[in-house]
T-cell receptor, first 111, second 112 residues
């Protein structure tokens, strides 16, 4: 079945870049997402990329997609303490009824 | 006002008790979902609904039931709560354009 995997923890220093990686198994995925969960809150969409794109940039965020290797990454430039959260990778198909989420990567930002 | 609301936000109950978690949305989305979040396991789908008459089991539906009372309301019930149902529960809606999901703030449930 479909699966999304990501490492559970990442620790970086404030001002450094963070790179969170994810692999997925469903080659028919149309949309790939990064959601952010702050303490005590639900998930909120951070950014997404269509499967026919290789890269998407949005201010400090860069998403890279390697469709051949089924690998997705999220780079956060100039990481701030406010970026400390859990980041979920997810995938979905056009017309599909559900989104498959990874287990989430907890990002710790040290001042 | 929040687009997806959940009540209660926190609940402590005892083994064997029946409990209902409620979800309301103002997004106007037909699709609604209930997820359970456990540390290290991410989100697991319990039930989902495409409209009032269309309700489907997710990957971990045993021990849970749902009711879709209206397009805007989707409730989750634990008929006889057990300790391993202690978790964070999220309700979500889904738009049909980019399949983006909109989450409620979550209900932290503890079963003693």
């Amino acid at each position: 079945g479909e699966d999304v995997e990501q490492s559970l923890f990442l620790s970086v220093r404030e001002g450094d870049s963070s790179v969170i990686n994810c692999t997925y198994t469903d080659s028919s995925s149309t949309y790939l997402y990064w959601y952010k969960q702050e303490p005590g809150a639900g998930l909120q969409l951070l950014t997404y990329i269509f499967s026919n794109m290789d890269m998407k940039q949005d201010q400090r965020l860069t998403v890279l997609l390697n469709k051949k290797d089924k690998h997705l990454s999220l780079r956060i430039a100039d990481t701030q303490t406010g970026d400390s959260a859990i980041y979920f990778c997810a995938e979905a198909n056009t017309g599909g009824f559900k989104t498959i989420f990874g287990a989430g990567t907890r990002l710790f930002v040290k001042a | 006002d929040a687009d997806v609301t959940q009540t209660p936000r926190n609940r402590i109950t005892k083994t064997g008790k029946r409990i209902m978690l409620e979800c309301s949305q103002t997004k106007g989305h037909d699709r609604m979902y209930w997820y359970r979040q456990d540390p290290g396991l991410g989100l697991r789908l319990i039930y989902y609904s495409f409209d009032v008459k269309d309700i489907n089991k997710g990957e971990i539906s045993d021990g849970y039931s749902v009711s879709r009372q209206a397009q805007a309301k989707f409730s989750l019930s634990l008929e006889s709560a057990i300790p391993n149902q202690t978790a964070l529960y999220f309700c979500a809606t889904r738009d049909s354009t980019y399949n983006e999901q909109f989450f409620g703030p979550g209900t932290r449930l503890t079963v003693l």
